[in-house]
């Protein structure tokens, strides 16, 4: 869970940097700067980075994406060092839920194999 207010700070305060240091540009494209949407990747990042056991600091932001299907279904695409981790921990299949509220953005994330 995160507060939407410290996204919005972050954009504000950084601009481009912040959204390219923390979402894809799909993810930016989709969220065309809607900051609940934004926040809600952003806790799906953290949900995933802890599934994998580890943590952000050792996968980059930007290897883990939320994009959505033709209905809005979101969806985990991991990259690069997220995207190996899993492999070698066996996790295959992933389920995501986003939600927000005026003010705080939440993200389930469960990761199978």
Sequence with gaps: MIEIARIER?????GER???RFFTEQEQVFCNGRAASLAARFASKE?????????????R???????CDARGKPELVLHDAAQEMAQARGLTQWAISLS??????????VAMG
């Design 10 to 14: 972050g954009i504000a305060r950084h």
């Design 18 to 20: 912040f959204l390219q």
């Design 47 to 59: 949900a995933v980075g802890k599934a994998l056991g580890t943590g952000i600091g050792d996968i």
């Design 61 to 67: 932001w930007v290897d883990v994406e939320v994009v």
């Design 100 to 109: 927000h509220t005026e003010t705080h953005a939440i993200a389930f994330v």
